[in-house]
C-alpha cells in the first residue's frame, strides 16, 4: 500500500514516443521509491498551455481543464491533482481559480461540460511534482532514500518560468528560488546557488516560431552553467529540458560555441541516487548522454 | 551660588574599566593634580548602590562639584542627573578603552589617554556654577495663532483641547483661508487594510471637506478669541512674556500678553498669468485648480460648465506642474506636493456627474504623498480617468472649444488633444513677511550687482506678519523659495525665533491633511515653549537646560558681533548698543559666547574657561616624545555621539587624540584654538554639523557661522610659523561612525608626516 | 471576422480603452497600470518588443486602436510570468497580452505571417482534433508553414534534432498516422463546441 496517493495529470508531451516520455518513466521510477502512487486521471485531454490562447479564447480554453478536473473529481474523488510539466500544472491551477473566482464562467463551463454528462463542483489542491516532493514529503525524507550519493557532480539548478511563476514551490522566491540547489545537496550532489539564469526564460513556445530570439536566451542560460563549472543542468519543466538540451548543435553553429551540456530531471537525478538502472532512470532518454550519472547508475 | 565648592570624585571601575586601567593612578592624578580630597571608587556606579553613594554625599553636604568618571556623558544619564550641583564626566569607556586595542603594546598610551580625561574632567568642573534660572518670566498659558486658515484653525482648536487661551488672528472677514472654498477634499484615510491590491475595490473616493464645521467649532469655542479683519502691528519679547498689539477693523487696537505663538499664515495660489502659454487669462475655458473648485461648488453636484458659454464639459484636461517644478523665469522651481491629487479629486468630478466625460491628467511625474494617496490614484484609476504621462507645450483656441499640445512621454511623440475645459495644476507660493535679512543682504553686498539684486528684492518684500521688534528683523528668517527655515528633519516646527512656531505651507509646500497634521504639532511645541519659559528652561536640543548666557558689561566693546550672529535674534541692543540677553528666546548654542572677541560671554556651566583649563589640563609630552596631542573639539549633538558609537562599534581612534565636546562648533572661541597651539597641541580638529542650504546644525546657523570664522585662523598658524594643515574643519553626522575616528586617525598620520610641533614646555 | 471589426469600431468609436475593458479578457485591469515601467523592463524578449507592454497599455489609452491589435508586439510574449510577479500593481500582463493577441485574431487584424501567431493556431487545431497534442503532426506543420519550399529548408535545417529525438524515443514516426487521442472523442467535441458557441455569443452580444 502506497503511503500518498495523487490524481495524476500526465500531459501531452509525457506520453510514450513523445518528447519527454523519459520524464514520465523516471517519475514512476522516483515515485515507487517513495511510496507515491498516481492515479491517472482517465482519459484526459491537453490543457492547451500557455500557447492556446490565439486559437482558444477564453471558455474553451477554461473549459479543457475543467473537464479534466471534472474527471479527476469523479474517478479520483478527495485526490489533490497533481502534475508533471509546468505548463500542465499552471493552466490547470489558473482555469481552477478563474472558474471559482467568476461563477458565470464556472456556469457555462459546466454548460458546456453537460455535454458529455461531466459536471465540475470542487475546488481541489493542484500541486506541482516539486510541490509533492518539498512540502508533502520533505527533505529529510527525500535524503534518507539516498543509496548512491551523487558525490562530485557540480547540478545548475535551472528553475525555469513556470513552475517558478506565478504561484512557485511555498516559501521560495520569485527571484532566487533555491529549492532545486537543496534538492541537489539532498542527493548528494554539488549545487550551484549562485547559478544567476536559474529562472531566466528559455523561449518557451517560442523556441518554434521565433527560434533565433529563443536560442540567444538558451546559449546564456548554458553558458552560465559553463561558468559555474557545471556538469549538468537539472530542471523540473518539460519545455526547459527540451528547448536547453536539444538545440545545443545550432546554437553551436551560429555562436561558435562547443555546448555539449545534459539537461536532465530532477527525477533523474532522484532515480539515479536512489540506486536504480539507467534505464528505470530513463537515461536513454537524453539527447545528450549524461555520462556522469550513467557511471553512478551502472555501479 | 555663593556656597563653598566642594570637590567629590567618583571612579567606576566596571565595564572592564577596572581591568583595562591603572584605577590607584586614575585617583592619584584626580586627587594630587586635581585636588580633589577624595575620589570613590564603584565596580558598578550606575546601580542603586552607586548612584546611592553619590546622592548620599550630595544629601551630607559633602559635594557640590562631581567629576564621575566611567562612560561617556550620553551614557547612563538618568542615573547620574543629580540635582542642584555641578557635574563633569570623564569619558573613560566610550573615549578611552572602547576606542583602543586591549594589547601590551598600547598600554601605555591607553592609560595616558585616562589619565588626560580625569585631569579635563576635574579641571573643568571647578570652572562650572550651578545653573539657577533667572526667573525673568512667569507662566503665560496664552498661546497666539496667527492665520485663520485650516492651518491657523486646527492650532488654535488644538490648543484650547489642551485646556489653552487662544487668540486667532485672522486677516480677512471670515476665516477658513485659501482652503474655504473646497467642494470636496481629497480623502484622509487610506483603504481598508483587507482591500487588495486589485480593481474593482472598494477604494476612498473625495470627501466633504468639513471646513464649514471646523468654522463652526472655532467660533463655538470658549477658549478661543477669533480677530476678524485682523493684523500684528507688533510683537514683542521672549516666549512667555510676548506682548502683541492686534490691529482691528472693528475697533482699537488690543494688546495681549502671549506665552508663545504659531504663525500659521498658509500659501498664495501662484499666479497664473505668468503662464500666457497655456492660454490662461486669453479664454476663461482655461482655469486654475484653485478656480475650478469655485466652480465645483458653485455646481454643488450639478454639470460642469464651461464659463465661455455655458456648454456642457465632455472632455477636460488638467495639467499638471503648471509653472512648477521649472528653472523658467517666473515659475516655481519646487514641487507643491498638493496638485497632483487635487486634479485627481477634481478629475472625479467630471466622471461622476458625466460617466462619458473624457478626463485626461497629463503628468510627468504623479506624486500622491499622505496615507492616503496611492489609494487615492488607483482610486482615480479605477473612475477611468486617463492618465497620460506627457508634457503640456500649449493651450489654443480650436473653434469652440480647446485643443492642447504636448509630448507625450511613453510614446514619445508630440501630439495633441481636443478638450472642452483645461485646468491647470498650479502651485503654492509661501504668504510669509519679508526676509529678515534682506537689509542686511544689502549691506553686506560683495558686488554691485549682487547690492542690485539684494535691493529689489528688499523693494517687492511683501508686508510684515509678526512687526516682531527684533534685533534682527520683523519676521521669521527664510530658508529658500521664502518658506521659513526650520530644521527639516529633526525640528520642523522649530523657526528661529524661539517660542513662534510655523506650520503648513508657511514652511514647506504641502496638502491639507499634512497642514492639519503640522498645525497639531505645532501647537503641541507653543505650549511646551510656554511651559519651559516659566521654569527658564530651553527647548530643542538642550530641552530644560536651565543655564544662559550673561555678559560682564564693564568689559564689552558693543562690538554687537553676538547681536547679529545668534541664529535665533535672541539678543536685542539697549539705547546705548549693549547687549541685552532675552533668556528664553536663548537656544543656549553660545555662538555669542563663541562671537565674542573679549571673551565677556558665558554660560555658569559652559564658559571659555570651562575648555580652556580642560584644554590646559592635557599633558603634553614633549617634542622628542613621538606622542603628539590632537585636540579634537567635537559637537555634541552630531560628532560627539558619533564618536562614541564608534568606539561602541570597536573602531580604533588614535590614542593622541583629547576630545572635548562643545555645544555647537559656533560656540568655539578662537582664543581656545590660539591657547592650545601655543601650550603644544600638534594638531586641532574640529567636529560641526553639515552647514548651509542642507544644514543639519541643531542652531541652524552655528557651524556655518564657525566655518566663517575659521576661515582666518590660517592668519594665525603662519604668524605661529606651524603649518596650516596643523588645524582642520570637518562636517560630520551622527551616522559617520567609521569617518569620524578616521579623520582623527588621519590628522596623527599627518603630524606624523609634518612633525610634532616646535611649542612644546 | 471583418464584420465584427467594423462592428466593434463602430459600437466604441474612440473608446479604445472601453473596448478592451468590455472585450479582451483581463482588459478590465489595463486602466490600473501607473507606467513604472517594471513591465517593460522585466520581459526577456523585451528588446523585439516595438511597443513593450507598458507602452501598449499607454496607447490603448490614447486610442491607437490599430497600432495595437496589428502590432507585431502582443505575440512577443513567452509566458514567462516574470511581469506579472513584478507588477507593483499586481496586473496580470501576461494575460492581457494573450487577451489583445487573442482579440486581433478574432477581429482579423494580426499582422500577416506572423510566425507565433501561425504557430500558436495551428498548436489549438492540433489539439482539438483529437484532444491531445500530436507532437509530430504540429512539427511538420511548423517547418512547412511558410511554404513548401520554405519548409523542406527548415526541415533539413532540424534533421539532427529530429534524429536526436528519434534515438532517445522522444520522438514516434507513427504518430502522423494514428497517434494518442481522447477516448471520448464525441464527448470532447461536444464540449468545446458548446464552449466555443458560448464564447462566441458573448462577444456578438458585446458587438451588437
Known amino acids: 500500500m502506497a503511503k500518498r496517493q495523487y490524481s495524476f495529470y500526465p500531459g501531452c508531451s509525457s506520453q510514450k514516443g513523445a518528447s519527454s516520455s523519459n520524464y514520465l518513466i523516471s517519475v514512476q521510477t522516483m515515485c515507487e521509491e517513495l511510496e507515491v502512487q498516481l492515479n491517472e486521471i482517465p482519459d484526459w485531454n491537453c490543457c492547451a498551455a500557455s500557447i492556446g490562447y490565439a486559437g482558444g479564447g477564453e471558455l474553451p480554453r477554461l473549459t479543457l481543464s475543467a473537464r479534466n478536473l471534472a474527471l479527476s473529481e469523479q474517478h479520483n474523488p478527495g485526490q489533490d491533482v497533481v502534475a508533471t510539466c509546468a505548463a500542465c500544472w499552471l493552466s490547470t491551477r489558473e482555469a481552477q481559480e478563474r472558474l471559482h473566482e467568476d461563477q458565470s464562467l464556472l456556469a457555462e463551463a459546466n454548460t458546456a461540460l453537460a455535454e458529455a454528462g461531466l459536471k465540475l463542483t470542487k475546488e481541489m489542491p493542484i500541486k506541482h511534482m516539486a510541490e509533492v516532493l518539498i512540502e508533502d514529503i520533505g527533505y529529510a525524507e527525500l535524503g534518507a532514500k539516498v543509496k548512491r550519493p551523487l558525490a562530485g557532480i557540480k547540478i545548475a539548478g535551472y528553475v525555469g518560468c513556470q513552475t517558478n511563476r506565478p504561484f512557485g514551490i511555498a516559501g521560495e522566491s520569485f527571484e532566487n528560488p533555491k529549492y532545486l540547489d537543496q534538492l541537489v545537496e539532498t542527493l548528494g550532489g554539488d549545487s550551484i546557488p549562485d547559478y544567476e539564469k536559474k529562472v531566466q526564460c528559455c523561449g518557451g513556445a517560442l523556441a518554434f516560431s521565433e527560434p533565433e530570439k529563443s536560442q540567444e536566451m538558451v546559449k546564456g542560460i548554458i553558458e552560465a552553467a559553463y561558468d559555474h563549472g557545471a556538469d549538468l543542468i537539472v530542471t523540473p519543466c518539460p519545455v526547459c529540458q527540451m528547448n536547453v538540451e536539444v538545440y545545443q548543435d545550432q546554437i553551436n553553429q551560429t555562436y561558435g560555441t562547443q555546448f555539449k551540456m545534459p539537461v536532465v530531471y530532477y527525477s533523474t537525478l532522484m532515480a539515479v541516487a536512489y540506486g536504480r538502472s539507467a534505464k528505470d532512470a530513463a537515461l536513454n532518454g537524453q539527447v545528450i548522454p549524461a555520462k556522469k550519472l550513467e557511471a553512478i547508475a551502472g555501479k | ?761 | 471576422m471583418g464584420d465584427l471589426n467594423t462592428a466593434m469600431i463602430e459600437k466604441y468609436r474612440n473608446r479604445f480603452l472601453k473596448e478592451v475593458e468590455a472585450n479582451v479578457e483581463e482588459g478590465e485591469w489595463v486602466k490600473m497600470c501607473m507606467q513604472c515601467g517594471v513591465c517593460s523592463g522585466s520581459c526577456p524578449l523585451g528588446k523585439f518588443w516595438e511597443h513593450p507592454p507598458q507602452e501598449i497599455f499607454m496607447m490603448i489609452r490614447a486610442g491607437k486602436r490599430d497600432e495595437v491589435l496589428s502590432s507585431e508586439s502582443v505575440w512577443m510574449c513567452t509566458s514567462c510570468y516574470n511581469c506579472i510577479v513584478r507588477c507593483p500593481r499586481e496586473l496580470p500582463i501576461t494575460h492581457i497580452m494573450h487577451g489583445l493577441a487573442h482579440y486581433a485574431k478574432r477581429l482579423g487584424l494580426v499582422p500577416k505571417n506572423q510566425p507565433t501567431a501561425k504557430f500558436a493556431q495551428m498548436f489549438w487545431d492540433n489539439l482539438m482534433v483529437k484532444g491531445r497534442v500530436n507532437e509530430l503532426k504540429l512539427g511538420l506543420n511548423l517547418y512547412f508553414m511558410n511554404g513548401i519550399g520554405d519548409g523542406v529548408k527548415v526541415a533539413l535545417k532540424n534533421q539532427k534534432i529530429g534524429l536526436g529525438m528519434l534515438k532517445s524515443k522522444r520522438m514516434n514516426p507513427l504518430e502522423a498516422v494514428g497517434g494518442h487521442a481522447v477516448k471520448d472523442l464525441k464527448g470532447f467535441h461536444a464540449v468545446l463546441k458548446k464552449a466555443q458557441e458560448l464564447e462566441d455569443k458573448r462577444l456578438a452580444d458585446h458587438g451588437a
Request: aromatic content about 6%; some cysteine; glycine content about 8%.
Open chain 2, 1 to 761: 551660588m555663593a556656597v563653598e565648592k566642594k570637590l567629590a570624585g567618583y571612579l567606576c571601575t566596571g565595564c572592564g574599566i577596572g581591568e583595562r586601567l591603572d584605577t590607584s593612578q586614575l585617583v592619584n592624578i584626580a586627587t594630587r593634580e586635581g585636588k580633589f580630597p577624595s575620589v570613590k571608587q564603584h565596580a558598578m556606579l550606575c546601580s542603586p548602590e552607586g548612584v546611592k553613594l553619590i546622592q548620599d554625599d550630595i544629601d551630607a553636604g559633602e559635594a557640590t562639584h562631581l567629576m564621575i568618571a566611567g562612560c561617556s556623558r550620553r551614557s547612563k544619564v538618568e542615573a547620574f542627573s543629580f540635582r542642584n550641583v555641578a557635574i563633569s564626566r570623564a569619558n573613560l569607556r566610550e573615549g578611552v578603552i572602547w576606542a583602543r586595542p586591549d594589547t601590551p603594546e598600547n598600554t601605555e598610551t591607553t592609560q595616558e589617554m585616562a589619565d588626560d580625561y580625569i585631569r579635563m574632567a576635574c579641571a573643568e568642573v571647578k570652572f562650572m556654577t550651578v545653573p539657577t534660572p533667572s526667573g525673568e518670566q512667569e507662566l503665560n498659558k496664552n498661546i497666539l495663532v496667527v492665520g485663520g486658515g485650516v492651518t491657523g484653525m486646527t492650532a488654535a482648536l488644538e490648543t484650547a483641547a489642551a485646556g489653552y487661551p487662544v487668540h486667532l488672528v485672522c486677516d480677512e472677514d471670515v476665516l477658513g483661508g485659501v482652503w474655504k472654498d473646497l467642494y470636496k477634499r481629497v480623502p484622509f484615510r487610506a483603504a481598508a487594510s483587507d482591500v487588495p491590491n486589485g480593481r474593482d475595490v472598494d477604494l476612498p473616493g473625495p470627501e466633504d471637506p468639513g471646513i464649514a464645521d471646523m468654522i463652526e467649532r472655532v467660533l463655538a469655542n470658549e477658549r478661543i478669541t477669533v480677530h476678524l479683519n485682523a493684523k500684528l502691528s507688533k510683537t514683542s519679547g521672549a516666549p512667555g512674556r510676548f506682548s502683541a498689539d492686534i490691529d482691528r477693523s472693528s475697533g482699537p487696537t488690543v494688546t495681549e500678553n502671549f506665552g508663545a505663538i504659531v504663525q500659521a499664515s498658509d500659501f498664495k495660489p501662484y499666479d497664473a498669468n505668468r503662464l500666457p502659454e497655456f492660454g490662461y487669462g486669453k479664454t476663461p475655458d482655461v482655469l486654475t485648480n484653485f478656480e475650478l473648485e469655485r466652480l465645483a461648488k458653485a455646481a454643488n453636484g450639478g454639470p460642469l460648465k464651461r464659463p465661455s458659454d455655458g456648454k456642457v464639459v465632455e472632455s477636460v484636461a488638467f495639467i499638471q506642474c503648471a509653472g512648477q517644478r521649472s528653472d523658467k523665469e517666473g515659475h516655481l522651481p519646487y514641487c507643491s506636493g498638493f496638485c497632483c491629487t487635487e486634479s485627481i479629486k477634481q478629475a472625479m468630478y467630471f466622471r461622476e456627474q458625466n460617466p462619458d466625460c473624457d478626463t485626461t491628467i497629463l503628468f510627468d511625474d504623479l506624486r500622491t504623498p499622505g496615507a492616503a494617496g496611492e489609494d487615492f490614484y488607483r482610486c482615480g484609476q479605477q473612475a477611468m480617468v486617463t492618465f497620460t504621462k506627457g508634457q503640456a507645450s500649449a493651450v489654443v483656441q480650436n473653434g469652440k472649444g480647446l485643443k492642447v499640445q504636448f509630448k507625450d512621454l511613453i510614446l514619445n511623440e508630440d501630439t495633441e488633444m481636443d478638450c472642452d475645459l483645461v485646468v491647470l495644476a498650479t502651485g503654492q507660493v509661501p504668504n510669509n513677511g519679508p526676509d529678515p535679512y534682506a537689509q542686511l543682504a544689502v549691506d553686506e553686498a560683495e558686488s554691485e550687482e549682487e547690492k542690485e539684486a539684494a535691493r529689489q528684492k528688499l523693494a517687492v518684500a511683501p508686508p510684515s506678519i509678526l512687526n516682531l521688534d527684533y534685533r534682527q528683523g520683523t519676521d521669521l528668517p527664510q530658508l529658500k523659495h521664502g518658506f521659513l527655515d526650520s530644521h527639516f528633519i529633526c525640528f520642523p516646527y522649530e523657526t528661529r525665533r524661539t517660542g513662534i512656531y510655523a506650520a503648513g505651507p508657511v514652511r514647506r509646500p504641502m496638502d491639507m491633511k499634512q497642514a492639519m497634521e503640522d498645525a497639531v504639532g505645532a501647537a503641541m511645541k507653543a505650549i511646551q515653549a510656554a511651559e519651559s519659559a516659566a521654569q527658564g528652561a530651553a527647548v530643542h536640543p538642550r530641552v530644560g537646560d536651565l543655564s544662559y548666557p550673561s555678559f560682564r558689561k564693564e568689559g564689552c566693546t558693543q562690538c554687537k558681533r553676538c547681536t547679529v550672529e545668534c541664529p535665533f535674534g535672541a539678543i536685542n541692543e539697549d539705547e546705548q548698543r549693549y547687549p541685552v540677553f532675552n533668556e528664553s528666546r536663548c537656544r543656549r548654542c553660545g555662538t555669542c559666547m563663541g562671537a565674542c572677541p573679549v571673551r565677556v560671554i558665558s554660560f555658569e556651566n559652559y564658559s571659555i574657561d570651562s575648555v580652556n583649563q580642560q584644554i590646559k589640563a592635557v599633558d603634553i609630552p614633549d617634542e622628542f616624545s613621538e606622542k603628539p596631542r590632537i585636540l579634537c573639539l567635537a559637537c555634541e549633538n552630531d560628532a560627539y555621539p558619533a564618536l562614541d558609537m564608534a568606539a561602541q562599534a570597536g573602531i580604533e581612534t588614535t590614542p593622541f587624540v583629547r576630545v572635548v565636546p562643545v555645544r555647537c562648533l559656533g560656540s568655539v572661541s578662537l582664543s581656545w584654538i590660539t591657547d592650545s597651539l601655543n601650550s603644544g597641541y600638534d594638531g586641532i580638529v574640529l567636529m560641526g554639523c553639515r552647514r548651509d542650504e542642507d544644514y543639519q546644525c541643531h542652531f541652524v546657523r552655528g557651524s556655518a557661522i564657525a566655518a566663517e570664522r575659521l576661515s582666518k585662523v590660517g592668519d594665525t598658524l603662519t604668524q605661529l610659523n606651524l603649518e596650516p594643515e596643523r588645524v582642520v574643519v570637518h562636517e560630520v553626522a551622527i551616522t559617520d561612525l567609521a569617518r569620524a575616528p578616521r579623520l582623527l586617525n588621519e590628522m596623527a598620520e599627518m603630524i606624523g608626516k609634518i612633525g610634532m610641533s616646535p611649542f612644546k614646555f
